[in-house]
Antibody, heavy 122, light 107 residues
Framework: QVQLQQWGAGLLKPSETLSLTCAVY????????WSWIRQSPTKGLEWIGE???????NYNPSLKSRVTISSDTSKAQFSLRLTSVTAADTAVYYC????????????????WGPGILVTVSS | DIQMTQSPSSLSASVGDRVTISCRAS??????LNWYQQKSGKAPKLLIY???SLQSGVPSRFSGSGSGTDFTLTISNLQPEDFATYYC?????????FGGGTKVEIK
């Protein structure tokens, strides 16, 4: 049973860089796409971006200029960097596996990591 | 981007009730629609994928239907552990989006 574990700084000041890492245990890393999602009371659940098996990435257009997702296949880990954070970036950040069910069924997020609350405050 | 609109935003129900939650997409998404359950302080959990396929391990009282722009999640015989917030999510577009959520509360 695959499990995801997350870590990173939970308190940032405005203009700093958010940095989170997600480790994958108990399953294949290189066979899947991996994603970051955040949740806040104001914006709800918001997809941040994803990384594929080759290191290719796809980002939410609203965050694209500030986001970088990278991976380390040897460690079965992937990471999120979000630069120039503001209070609007305060949210619970989740990592998740993208499970693909086929061309006629699409994909979904399953499973999810436990989430980390990141607060941006001066 | 594709907007996902859920209704109602909250509802009160009793154990044993049948509950229906709606999700509407701003454009046609075939059946590329997933449903998640989120309990307080926890990560969302996949219930239904591709509009009507039950994820392994999910009780059969959960069911999904719909295609195009209109989708429904039904919980038959509501159980105490089902009180939670439910979200829909589309995977038609590369820009993945979620609905605003429906909170199911105890009456």
């Amino acid at each position: 049973q695959v499990q995801l574990q997350q870590w990173g700084a939970g308190l940032l000041k405005p203009s700093e860089t958010l940095s989170l890492t997600c480790a994958v245990y108990g399953g294949s890393f290189s066979d899947y796409y991996w994603s970051w999602i955040r949740q806040s009371p104001t914006k709800g659940l918001e997809w941040i971006g994803e990384i594929d098996q080759t290191g290719g990435t796809n980002y939410n257009p609203s965050l694209k200029s500030r986001v970088t997702i990278s991976s380390d296949t040897s460690k079965a880990q992937f990471s999120l960097r979000l630069t120039s954070v503001t209070a609007a970036d305060t949210a619970v950040y989740y990592c998740a596996r993208i499970t693909y069910f086929g061309e006629d069924k699409g994909n979904c997020f399953d499973p999810w990591g436990p989430g980390i609350l990141v607060t941006v405050s001066s | 981007d594709i907007q996902m609109t859920q209704s109602p935003s909250s509802l009160s129900a009793s154990v044993g009730d049948r509950v229906t939650i709606s999700c509407r997409a701003s454009q046609r998404i075939n059946t590329y629609l997933n449903w998640y359950q989120q309990k307080s302080g926890k990560a969302p959990k996949l219930l239904i994928y591709a509009a009507s396929s039950l994820q392994s391990g999910v009780p059969s009282r959960f069911s999904g239907s719909g295609s195009g722009t209109d989708f429904t999640l039904t919980i038959s015989n509501l159980q105490p552990e089902d009180f939670a917030t439910y979200y829909c999510q589309q995977s038609y577009s590369m820009f993945l989006t979620f609905g605003g959520g429906t909170k199911v509360e105890i009456k």
